[in-house]
């Protein structure tokens, strides 16, 4: 099989998912739809967002950054046609920076990473990513809850990782911060709402019967 390393495209796409585990999934969401049924939406979303990815027009890898499982059973699960590889240690930010940089390592000249919690980023959401890294350094999607959904990248830029607080309504705000200072050119998406509490579920319910 051939590696990671040799599989990347110039316009390469990093989804951050999780295996979906009964009890180690979607866990804010366990007392409504129980530790089965939480790790069910789980693997719905994470393919629900696959396929919008699959659905893009350009010459795109796409990779899969997992917590959980391993490889075969990610393999088994989504397909051999994908890239994959495990996110590793530490917090979200160093283990999207890992990510990026890796990618930019072997030759990649715009990498956009998402994770499976927002089903309203539809292909044409990554698409306008993409486009927008033509001409910005960084581009964000916010979400309601203020983080972001999405974040792509032109150049590796490690310091928009660190010092954040993530998990928390200050991540966009403080991401766009540290761009200012460093006078890196940054373009917003559209405004999203992630699935992480019962009252987001009506938002699931509605993308997946489209």
């Known amino acids: ?7 990347i495209s110039p316009q390469h796409l990093i989804i951050f998912t999780r295996y979906p ?28 967002t696959i396929s919008q990815a699959r659905n893009l027009q350009n010459d795109i890898s796409i990779e899969v950054r997992f917590v959980g499982g391993n490889l075969q059973l990610m393999q088994d699960w989504l ?14 930010g160093i283990r999207m920076a890992r990510s990026l940089s890796d990618a930019f390592e072997n030759y990649a000249t715009q990498v956009v990473i998402i994770g499976t919690d927002c089903p309203e ?6 698409a306008q990513a993409s486009a927008h890294l033509e001409t910005f350094d960084l581009v964000l999607g916010p979400a309601t809850d ?13 310091e928009l990782f660190i ?6 309504d200050q991540v966009l705000q403080q991401t766009i911060d ?6 890196v050119s940054y373009i917003y998406l559209p405004t999203l709402s992630d699935i992480d509490r019962p009252e987001d579920l009506r938002i699931w319910e509605r993308c997946s019967q489209k």
């Open 1 to 7: 099989m051939p590696t990671l390393l040799q599989q």
């Open 21 to 48: 585990e009964a009890g180690k999934t979607k866990t804010r969401l366990i007392p409504v739809l129980g530790s089965v049924g939480a790790a069910d939406l789980q693997r719905q979303m994470t393919e629900y």
């Open 79 to 92: 397909g051999s046609d994908l890239l994959y590889q495990a996110q590793g240690e530490g917090d979200l």
């Open 121 to 126: 980023a539809k292909t044409h959401i990554l």
């Open 146 to 158: 203020g983080g972001y959904y999405l974040i792509g990248l032109r150049r590796f830029i490690p």
């Open 163 to 168: 010092n954040i607080n993530w998990g928390t």
């Open 178 to 183: 540290i761009a200012k200072k460093l006078n």
